[in-house]
């Protein structure tokens, strides 16, 4: 069983930075489709950043030039980096998985079959 555990949330000022992290356990497969989504209360779900197998990503338009996904597959860790971070940045955040052979970056929450039990970011202004 595929686990995926977040952590690196916490509260901050508008203008300051954190960086998520997600651990994969459980599988000994390394073709991961992977991506980092959230949502504030009273809102959908929605996709954030996703990187593919070979490392290509897709952001979403609202945080394109502030927020960095990167992998390290050695250490079966997903990141987030996230700089200039705003009010409007404030969600839970989830990382997701899907196991493929090929794929493209995708935004989509359908795409995805593992989650992790998020972790919060809170920017106050």
């Known amino acids: 069983q595929v686990q995926l555990v977040e952590s690196g949330g916490g509260s901050v000022q508008a203008g300051g930075s954190l960086k998520l992290s997600c651990v994969v356990s459980g599988s000994s497969n390394n073709r991961y489709l992977m991506g980092w989504f959230r949502q504030a209360p009273g809102k959908e779900r929605e996709g954030v950043a996703s990187?593919?197998?070979?490392?290509?990503?897709d952001y979403a338009d609202s945080v394109k030039g502030r927020f960095t996904i990167s992998q390290d597959n050695a250490k079966k860790t997903l990141y987030l980096q996230m700089n200039s971070l705003q009010p409007e940045d404030t969600a839970m955040y989830y990382c997701?998985?899907?196991?493929?052979?090929?794929?493209?970056?995708?935004?989509?929450?359908?795409?995805?079959?593992?989650w992790g039990q998020g972790t919060q970011v809170t920017v106050s202004s």
């Open positions: 990187i593919d197998t070979s490392g290509r990503t």
């Open positions: 997701a998985a899907v196991e493929v052979f090929w794929g493209v970056p995708t935004l989509d929450t359908a795409d995805y079959n593992y």
